[in-house]
Nanobody, 126 residues
Framework: VQLQASGGGLVQAGGSLRLSCAAFGISLDYYYMGWFRQAPGKEREGVSCISRNSERTYYADSVKDRSTIFRDNAKNTVYLDIRSLRLDDTAVYYC????????????????????WGQGTQVTVAS
């Protein structure tokens, strides 16, 4: 099983980017999918999450109103668009897959998920 995250890079503040997470070896039809990030010297934090059928989406306050998570189960891929990028968005972004909806409860302390992607670096420059 592999989750392959891509789309990171160096972006100017105020810009936007699209992160992608392609899954191999599993069908995302059965998984909640989330994006997490870890900035240097900080703990990993939840950014966004989407239910299996896209019925529900979740966003951290830090990205709410300037990001969109969506999935294409036919392509076995989940995406995260982030707009109006800020310097504090700089982090390694990881995608994750889990059969439990607890993946999307960022305050629960859930120690899942079933699978992690390898991470993609996002660097926002002034």
């Amino acid at each position: 099983v592999q989750l392959q995250a891509s789309g990171g890079g160096l972006v100017q503040a105020g810009g936007s980017l699209r992160l992608s997470c392609a899954a191999f070896g599993i069908s995302l039809d059965y998984y909640y999918m989330g994006w997490f990030r870890q900035a240097p010297g900080k703990e990993r934090e939840g950014v966004s999450c989407i239910s299996r059928n896209s019925e529900r989406t979740y966003y951290a306050d830090s990205v709410k109103d300037r990001s969109t998570i969506f999935r294409d189960n036919a392509k076995n891929t989940v995406y995260l668009d982030i707009r109006s990028l800020r310097l504090d968005d700089t982090a390694v972004y990881y995608c994750a897959a889990d059969t439990s909806p607890l993946l999307c409860d960022f305050e629960s302390g859930y120690v899942g998920p079933d699978y992690w992607g390898q991470g993609t670096q996002v660097t926002v420059a002034s």
